[in-house]
């Protein structure tokens, strides 16, 4: 089985890491379902101090933590706190009490992406090729080793479940949402325009490019 190591480490250790031949260190972490990115790439991270670090990165979606690579050992982005955004894959990311949010529209009704998952135990066989599966989330995470070490590599028997959720943030306020109803609740005074559109654009809330359409349309009507 694949162990890779991830241990945290302040931001005021990142400031003063040279990051040099970025591009030649090899990702042993591709095309992982529990990481956001198929692979670990070149960022910046701006400080809210004003500073930028460029870093490789990728995102932990179960445990919703920026992860770096430098060398051949993987770290958490420890004090978030700390960060203004992230700039990661042509995409950007700013800190929240759980985990960085995607910003996925900037414009009144701004639209974040909070992507995360779990794990989630496939069951015993129960016959006739069927599985019991066990409806209740469950993850699994072992710690070892003195240097704080974390494996996060995922068993056989397990499986990483999508949890991704939409945040809007309007007037100062966050409500997120993860389907139709939900949406609609935050714009009842618009929401047979919205439902229409909705409908007529076949909007998939599972899929990102399809909520960023809507959220789109609806800053246009308001």
Same mark, same amino acid.
């Given at each position: 089985?694949?162990?890779?190591?991830?241990? #945290?480490?302040?931001?005021? !250790?990142?400031?003063? !890491?040279?990051?040099?031949?970025?591009? +030649?260190?090899?990702?042993?972490?591709?095309?992982?379902?529990?990481?956001?990115?198929?692979?670990?790439?070149?960022?910046? !991270? $701006?400080?809210?101090?004003?500073?930028?670090?460029? +870093?490789?990165?990728?995102?932990?979606?179960?445990?919703?933590?920026?992860?770096?690579?430098?060398?051949?050992?993987?770290?958490?982005?420890?004090?978030?706190?700390?960060?203004?955004? !992230?700039?990661? =894959?042509?995409?950007?990311?700013?800190?929240?009490?759980?985990?960085?949010?995607?910003?996925?529209? %900037?414009?009144?009704?701004?639209?974040?992406?909070?992507?995360?998952?779990?794990?989630? @135990?496939?069951?015993?066989?129960?016959?006739?090729? +069927?599985?019991?599966?066990?409806?209740?989330?469950?993850?699994?995470?072992? /710690?070892?080793?003195?240097?704080? =070490?974390?494996?996060?590599?995922?068993? =056989?028997?397990?499986? /990483?479940?999508?949890?991704?959720?939409?945040?809007?943030?309007?007037?100062?306020?966050?409500?997120?949402?993860?389907? $139709?109803?939900?949406?609609?609740?935050?714009?009842?005074?618009? @929401? #047979?325009?919205? %439902?229409?559109?909705?409908? $007529?654009?076949?909007?998939?809330?599972?899929? +990102?490019?399809?909520?960023? $359409?809507?959220?789109?349309?609806?800053?246009?009507?308001?």
């Amino acid at each position: 089985m694949m162990r890779y190591h991830l241990k #945290k480490i302040s931001l005021a !250790v990142i400031l003063t !890491v040279i990051f040099s031949g970025l591009n +030649a260190q090899p990702d042993t972490l591709k095309n992982r379902p529990n990481l956001l990115l198929p692979k670990f790439t070149k960022s910046i !991270v $701006k400080m809210k101090s004003g500073e930028r670090k460029v +870093a490789i990165l990728n995102y932990n979606l179960v445990d919703q933590e920026m992860v770096f690579m430098q060398k051949d050992k993987y770290w958490v982005l420890n004090d978030p706190q700390l960060v203004d955004t !992230v700039y990661m =894959a042509n995409r950007v990311f700013v800190p929240f009490e759980k985990g960085f949010y995607e910003l996925a529209v %900037s414009a009144p009704s701004m639209l974040f992406i909070q992507h995360k998952s779990y794990t989630e @135990e496939l069951g015993m066989p129960t016959g006739y090729g +069927a599985r019991s599966q066990t409806t209740a989330p469950s993850y699994v995470k072992t /710690i070892y080793g003195g240097n704080g =070490a974390i494996n996060l590599e995922i068993p =056989a028997n397990y499986k /990483i479940v999508d949890d991704t959720e939409y945040w809007i943030r309007l007037a100062g306020s966050m409500q997120g949402f993860k389907n $139709k109803r939900q949406f609609l609740k935050i714009f009842p005074e618009k @929401e #047979k325009e919205l %439902s229409q559109f909705i409908s $007529k654009n076949m909007i998939d809330f599972t899929n +990102a490019e399809n909520v960023k $359409k809507l959220v789109l349309y609806c800053n246009e009507i308001y």
